[in-house]
């Protein structure tokens, strides 16, 4: 599977940590740098929470995890792909399971379907900043 980071190099090296070397694995710092890699066999975790672009996503029909810390999901409107929400912070990510929020319920399938190729077990969560850890800690 190709995995694409955006952001930032600690992103990178959790999703290494996390999805392990048996990915190809693409990075780049902006959205900008990214539009060369985006196909429909990538997969993006998208750490960005900053000025973030979203019209890269306007014509990709794939899976774009979005760093939903401080971001809302109605930005995604008329795009093809399909996005779930993660808790981007450092060292959320590399857990045992993958917290992820869904735009749409019916995205279950596709959202089991890329977690068994990226190996990793998931849980549906609230869409809340923080996501679970936050809610039982806060």
């Known amino acids: 599977m190709v995995i694409l980071v955006i952001g ?3 992103g ?3 999703c290494r940590q996390k999805f392990g070397e048996d990915h190809q694995y ?3 710092e902006s959205h900008a740098d990214a539009r060369e890699f985006i196909n429909s066999e990538t997969v993006v975790f998208d750490f960005m929470v900053d000025g973030r672009d979203l019209q890269i996503y306007q014509d990709f029909s794939g899976v774009v995890f979005l760093d ?3 971001h809302t999901w109605t930005d995604m409107a008329g795009s093809r ?3 779930f929400g993660f808790c981007g912070l450092a060292t959320f990510l590399n857990r045992e399971i993958l917290e992820v929020s869904l735009l749409e319920n019916t995205d279950l399938d596709k959202l089991e379907n890329v977690c068994r190729k990226l190996n990793t077990k998931f ?3 609230k869409d809340q900043v923080g996501l679970v850890y936050c809610s039982r800690y806060a």
């Open 8 to 10: 930032n190099q600690p």
């Open 12 to 14: 990178l090296v959790e």
């Open 26 to 28: 693409q990075f780049a």
């Open 68 to 70: 939903v810390s401080r």
């Open 81 to 83: 792909a399909t996005f």
């Open 123 to 125: 849980a549906v969560v």
